[in-house]
């Protein structure tokens, strides 16, 4: 699911004045000096530990890595409250919006090998769908326009027929809901813009680019990404979340909400108490957060993707034409100014959830941090994301003494 607001997904700057830099002995300009491996993993675990208590979540991991190797996790907090179990560096929560950088790897990947094509419409790919004509925008939507949020299409997760849809599933015990059933509430819509004349968030078009994948390679999207990422990388606590069963997933912690899920999303076997399934490409995986920064080391560090596809994927352009800080590429957020340089990444959100995946370009290193809720992390008076993401890199880059 998409994050609540478009600040909160994808804007965020960090405070000057942290670095130390030396152009002539290191290639990124900025980088850490003094302080031994060990030292910044227990920083790290300390300022980890703090933004715990000072912010009173359940509880949240957080990992870095930089392109030279070095890593470094923590856990913090608990995973589930009311068995009084501790978070640990292996425990696993939804990803949310994060996996659109995996829905857009593998979909620049095709591209790269001749399957699919940016720039065509999709009609080519499904065009015969008996919907189709009733997409909005349908006849000069291309694939770069879904994988963009270019497409003028309305986004289904905040529309009230889902939310009563998915309501009465969890009733029912009838979720997920298939891929074309999601697409069905904004047929007959009103498109929100001409194809690329703005910008609008949708995880219905990230729904219409796993149709088209399956469509054009004849193959589940999940076993691409598994076949082409996850397995090559070693990512062995990322998977598809496209059952209730999901080992090691921490318990998350919601508010009341339209949807009727319940405030835990676990039941004491561990399971989900609902389906996750209604993700699929708008989403759709659980992950670590060592995992995550082994992730964008490899996919914005050039070892995940050839250069040219690479580059594809990274072809950004403003989500605001009044200006350049924060911009959007094939799934991935791109941040072009402030203190912190070059950023790619992306936030997540889904209910008892919230996620930051973020690569410091001029720096090298990757930062990500997951939380078991969503209470108060993503409304627009909330300062925790930007608060972890800006202390979390700070001692990351820190001088030793």
Not at 71 to 77: D, R
Not at 290 to 309: H, I, M
């Amino acid at each position: 699911m998409a994050c609540l607001t478009l600040l909160m997904l994808l804007t965020g700057t960090l405070p000057s004045g942290l670095y130390s830099q030396n152009t002539a002995n290191n290639t990124h300009g900025i980088f850490p000096v003094n302080q031994s491996p060990e030292k910044q993993q227990a920083d790290f675990q300390v300022v980890l530990d703090s933004i715990q208590k000072r912010y009173g979540f359940p509880g949240a991991t957080a990992a870095y890595k930089w392109v030279d190797g070095r890593e470094g996790v923590a856990a913090t907090g608990l995973s589930d409250v009311e068995a009084d179990m501790p978070m640990t560096i292996n425990s696993r929560m939804l990803a949310a919006s994060i996996g659109k950088t995996f829905v857009g790897a593998i979909t620049v990947s095709l591209i790269h090998d001749g399957v699919l094509e940016a720039d065509t419409p999709i009609s080519k790919w499904l065009g015969d769908r008996d919907w189709f004509a009733r997409l909005p925008n349908h006849e000069r939507i291309t694939l770069r326009h879904l994988l963009t949020h270019r497409s003028g299409l309305p986004n289904h997760v905040y529309m009230d027929e889902f939310a009563a849809e998915v309501h009465q599933r969890m009733i029912d015990n009838t979720l997920p809901i298939a891929p074309d059933s999601l697409v069905m509430f904004v047929l007959d819509k009103d498109p929100l813009f001409d194809v690329d004349d703005g910008w609008a968030y949708t995880d219905t078009g990230f729904i219409l680019v796993g149709l088209i994948i399956e469509e054009a390679t004849g193959r589940d999207v999940y076993s691409l990404i598994e076949d082409k990422f996850l397995n090559p990388l070693n990512l062995r606590l990322t998977s598809p979340s496209d059952t209730i069963v999901l080992p090691g997933l921490a318990a998350g912690y919601t508010a009341e909400n339209p949807l009727g899920f319940p405030v835990k999303t676990t039941a004491p076997d561990g399971h989900m108490v609902w389906h996750p399934g209604i993700e699929w490409t708008g989403g759709g995986l659980v992950s670590a957060s060592s995992d995550l920064a082994r992730w964008a080391v490899a996919l914005f560090g050039g070892d995940a993707l050839p250069e040219q596809a690479l580059d594809l994927l990274l072809d950004a352009r403003p989500v605001d034409p009044s200006t350049t800080e924060v911009q959007y590429g094939m799934g991935v957020a791109v941040y072009k100014s402030g203190s912190s340089g070059t950023v790619y990444g992306h936030r997540g959100w889904i209910p008892g959830y919230t996620s930051s995946l973020r690569y410091y370009k001029d720096y090298g290193v990757a930062i990500a941090f997951q939380i078991n809720t969503d209470i108060g992390m993503m409304d627009d008076s909330s300062s925790v994301i930007e608060t972890m993401e800006s202390q979390l890199l700070e001692v990351v880059l820190s001088q030793g003494e």
